[in-house]
């Protein structure tokens, strides 16, 4: 590949993922080590000594200049003209979860969601995720982060976030709730039915 761009050669072997803007423009292509966990089981593995020394495996490469804190992964609006879209977030309200592989399970099952692109929500995310809830005429958000530590830290921050903005904010899911039967789990590997009774349907 030649010329200035070496965004293809940097993503060689890489997940990939658009991130949209709101009028459906590219705003950066997102790539995900797809041998991320393996790595990562391996520096866990590691002496405190062999740990400092190295350098803990990336999950994720984002461009440079992408400010990801701004943008939400679904916030695309065109999503709004697939079928029960609209009916579905009028029913339930906006879902909110972390990552890109969240969003395209629960899109597969024809549940419309939205992804932080991390653990932690931003303030900025957080007021688009409002100013959307306005537009669309809804008050309600269902937060459905990541069933395990770092998820439960980054949704009680986003609850508070939003019900101290007077917004009808609803944890979908926790380590304990449910009789713990979803504890480790991510939205990714939900099924229809598993949806269906985590939002009351």
Same mark, same amino acid.
């Given at each position: 590949?030649?010329?200035?761009? /070496?965004?293809?050669?940097? &993503?060689?072997?890489?997940?990939?993922?658009? @991130?949209?803007?709101?009028?459906? /423009?590219?705003?950066?292509?997102?790539?995900?080590?797809?041998?991320?966990?393996? *790595?990562?089981?391996?520096?866990?593995?590691?002496?405190?000594?062999? %740990?400092?020394?190295?350098?803990?495996?990336? !999950?994720? %490469?984002?461009? !440079?200049?992408? $400010?990801?804190?701004?943008?939400?992964?679904?916030? $695309?609006?065109?999503? &709004?003209?697939?079928?029960?879209? %609209?009916?579905?977030?009028?029913?339930?309200?906006?879902?909110?979860?972390?990552?890109?592989?969240? @969003?395209?399970?629960?899109?597969?099952? #024809?549940?419309?969601?939205?992804?932080?692109?991390?653990?932690?929500?931003?303030?900025?995310?957080?007021?688009? @995720?409002?100013?959307?809830? /306005?537009?669309?005429?809804?008050?309600?958000?269902?937060?459905?982060?990541?069933?395990?530590?770092?998820?439960?830290?980054?949704?009680?921050?986003?609850?508070?976030?939003?019900?101290?903005?007077?917004?009808?904010?609803?944890? @979908?899911?926790?380590?304990?709730?449910?009789?713990?039967? $979803?504890?480790? *789990?991510?939205?990714?590997?939900?099924?229809?039915?598993?949806?269906?009774?985590? &939002? #009351?349907?």
């Amino acid at each position: 590949m030649d010329g200035g761009d /070496k965004r293809g050669i940097s &993503l060689r072997g890489q997940i990939i993922y658009p @991130v949209l803007s709101e009028d459906g /423009k590219v705003l950066a292509w997102v790539g995900r080590d797809p041998n991320y966990e393996q *790595k990562d089981c391996d520096f866990v593995r590691l002496s405190p000594a062999e %740990r400092t020394a190295g350098s803990a495996p990336m !999950k994720y %490469r984002f461009p !440079k200049g992408f $400010h990801r804190g701004q943008e939400l992964f679904g916030q $695309h609006s065109s999503r &709004l003209k697939e079928p029960n879209y %609209r009916e579905f977030i009028q029913q339930h309200g906006l879902i909110l979860v972390e990552g890109f592989n969240d @969003v395209i399970n629960l899109d597969s099952l #024809g549940i419309p969601a939205l992804a932080i692109m991390s653990s932690r929500m931003t303030d900025e995310q957080g007021e688009k @995720v409002i100013r959307f809830t /306005k537009q669309l005429g809804i008050n309600r958000v269902n937060l459905m982060f990541d069933c395990e530590d770092t998820g439960t830290e980054g949704a009680k921050d986003a609850l508070w976030f939003f019900a101290e903005r007077q917004l009808d904010v609803r944890l @979908v899911w926790s380590q304990a709730m449910h009789n713990g039967e $979803h504890c480790g *789990k991510q939205p990714e590997s939900l099924s229809r039915i598993d949806c269906e009774a985590l &939002l #009351g349907s």
